[in-house]
């Protein structure tokens, strides 16, 4: 609690426009969540990252990639 604490307090924040209602399904996010819209967000970041990280992973291997990942090590 603490640390959550600790990191509000020192947070810097900006303003992003939205439309009025991506903005009231955000508070219902954060109200689900029992979390910050500000923290509604950063969480939805976060997935957006993890989800592209995982769908490059996912793409087949380039041949240059697969002539590596082939190559005689001895």
Same mark, same amino acid.
């Given at each position: ?27 219902? $996010? #954060?109200?689900? @969540? +029992?979390?910050?819209?500000? %923290? ?16 490059? $992973? #996912?793409?087949? @291997? +380039?041949?240059?990639?697969? %002539? ?7």
């Amino acid at each position: 609690m603490c640390m959550q604490i600790c990191y509000h307090c020192c947070m810097q924040s900006t303003s992003v426009r939205i439309d009025v209602g991506t903005h009231q399904e955000l508070k219902r $996010l #954060a109200a689900s @969540l +029992g979390v910050s819209v500000g %923290e509604t967000v950063a969480l939805a970041v976060r997935r957006l990252r993890q989800d592209r990280i995982g769908a490059e $992973l #996912a793409d087949d @291997l +380039g041949a240059d990639e697969v %002539e590596w990942l082939d190559a005689d090590l001895g």
